[in-house]
């Protein structure tokens, strides 16, 4: 009989556990019975509560985009609709100390490779790179008018460039350096 409650609960367990599972590993070669062992459950009950790993690896970073976005809705609510202040908070966010770790920044590396093959993982990835381009391209409008939406693609293309020299690099993640080069990417598509 099943313990009332505990769905929720374990989904979580096999979440945290996907994206720890692939720090650890540095890729998507894992198995759903070293994810439920990291959770401390039986493979069986991964299966059941996701199918496969793949759904299991989706589930992990639809979490990791909901962290992300309520970030960066708590950093545009604090810069108070100051648009120079609104893009440096999202350029920030991304490299805040949840978003920018050692796990987060494989899972983000191995989700770009899955949506190569995968279409639920594009289809994810797409959203997200609508969302963060139209995110950044709205406050730029206002300090560059028309060419907000190429500046953004380009900032946009550097948070992935940052995102791929440290997971190619090892070693502890350095956020405010990436940040410090955003920021100063930023400052020269204002000039």
Same mark, same amino acid.
């Given at each position: 009989?099943?313990?009332?409650?505990?769905?929720?609960?374990?989904?979580?367990?096999?979440?945290?556990?996907?994206?720890?599972?692939? #720090?650890?590993?540095?890729?998507?070669?894992?198995?759903?019975?070293?994810?439920?062992?990291?959770?401390?459950?039986?493979?069986?009950?991964?299966?059941?509560?996701? #199918?496969?790993?793949?759904?299991?690896?989706?589930?992990?970073?639809?979490?990791?985009?909901?962290?992300?976005?309520?970030?960066?809705?708590?950093?545009?609510?604090?810069?108070?609709?100051?648009?120079?202040?609104?893009?440096?908070?999202?350029?920030?966010?991304?490299?805040?100390?949840?978003?920018?770790?050692?796990?987060?920044?494989?899972?983000?590396?191995?989700?770009?490779?899955?949506?190569?093959?995968?279409?639920?993982?594009?289809?994810?990835?797409?959203?997200?790179?609508?969302?963060?381009?139209?995110?950044?391209?709205?406050?730029?409008?206002?300090?560059?008018?028309?060419?907000?939406?190429?500046?953004?693609?380009?900032?946009?293309?550097?948070?992935?460039?940052?995102?791929?020299?440290?997971?190619?690099? #090892?070693?502890?993640?350095?956020?405010?350096?990436?940040?410090?080069?955003?920021?100063?990417?930023?400052?020269?598509?204002?000039?």
């Amino acid at each position: 009989m099943p313990k009332l409650g505990m769905e929720p609960i374990r989904r979580a367990a096999l979440v945290k556990a996907t994206i720890e599972e692939i #720090g650890a590993q540095g890729s998507l070669d894992v198995t759903v019975a070293q994810i439920a062992r990291r959770a401390g459950m039986s493979s069986a009950l991964a299966h059941h509560y996701f #199918g496969n790993k793949e759904r299991i690896f989706l589930a992990a970073m639809r979490h990791l985009l909901a962290e992300y976005s309520g970030e960066v809705r708590d950093a545009l609510i604090a810069a108070k609709g100051d648009p120079r202040a609104r893009v440096a908070a999202i350029l920030r966010a991304n490299f805040g100390p949840s978003n920018f770790r050692p796990e987060v920044i494989a899972a983000w590396l191995n989700f770009y490779v899955l949506a190569r093959t995968s279409a639920p993982a594009a289809r994810l990835l797409r959203i997200y790179h609508r969302r963060l381009r139209s995110n950044l391209a709205h406050d730029l409008r206002a300090l560059l008018g028309p060419g907000a939406g190429d500046a953004a693609e380009r900032l946009a293309a550097l948070i992935d460039g940052m995102y791929l020299k440290q997971g190619l690099a #090892g070693g502890p993640a350095d956020g405010p350096a990436a940040t410090r080069q955003l920021l100063a990417a930023l400052e020269l598509e204002l000039k």
